[in-house]
């Protein structure tokens, strides 16, 4: 059971603004630590969307940004695609536990 | 480009020990921290631990005392080795470059726990 928790699932139209959350605790967002995200197309590895300081690594392109306030954090996907759909975890660390924790992942479904 | 490659079995039998190779290409091991990382059949991700190309260690606190993960920088190979497994440890195994983030991943080798 994750410390960080996300919705099972978000759908759009393709060109559709979506949103995913990532509600967590004093003990990980809340606290202060980075929180990044993470797609997963099907049958393949997690691939980084969102580096330190919130950048994009090279090839992620920019209709993928993170944002976080209090003890949450949230991905938007501007614009979106076929090509989006997919499994969408956050990662943060957790004091309380002593490690590093990824959210209970959202399927995100393109209408 | 970094890349790196799981290894090893993909059976394993109940209260045996899981043995696993990384291998890393198009860089090297020095400088960084590795981490594997797992994924039961249809489930979230699991951080296991990492390694530093020093030999330092952090494991996650559910599977410590099970779990060892170290280094060969003259092969540029980082190991996992979980000792008495149980079905519950199914899962694709992920190595990965650093941690928090991880941003380099293996492409991950399923490994099955049964007698």
């Known amino acids: 059971q994750s410390v960080l928790t996300q919705p099972p699932s978000v759908s759009g139209a393709p060109g559709q603004r979506v949103t995913i959350s990532c509600t967590g605790s004093s003990s990980n967002i809340g606290a202060g630590y980075d929180v990044h995200w993470y797609q997963q197309l099907p049958g393949t590895a997690p691939k980084l969307l969102n580096n330190v300081n919130n950048n994009r690594p090279s090839g992620v392109p920019d209709r993928f940004s993170g944002s976080k306030s209090g003890t949450s954090a949230s991905l938007a996907i501007a614009g979106l695609q076929a090509e989006d759909e997919a499994d969408y975890y956050c990662q943060s660390y957790d004091s309380g536990l002593g490690d590093f924790v990824f959210g209970t992942g959202t399927k995100v479904t393109v209408l | ?115």
């Open chain 2, 1 to 115: 480009q970094v890349q790196l490659r799981e290894s090893g079995p993909g059976l394993v039998k109940p209260s045996e020990t899981l043995s696993l190779i990384c291998t890393v290409y198009g860089g090297s091991i020095s400088g960084y921290y590795w981490s594997w990382i797992r994924q039961p059949p249809g489930k979230g991700l699991e951080w296991i631990g990492y390694v530093h190309h020093r030999g330092n260690t952090k494991y996650n606190r559910s599977l410590r005392g099970r779990v060892n993960i170290s280094v060969d920088t003259s092969k540029n190979q980082f190991s996992l080795k979980m000792s008495s497994v149980t079905a519950a440890d199914t899962a694709v195994y992920f190595c990965a470059r650093d941690f928090d983030p991880f941003d380099y991943w293996g492409q991950g080798i399923l490994v099955t726990v049964s007698s």
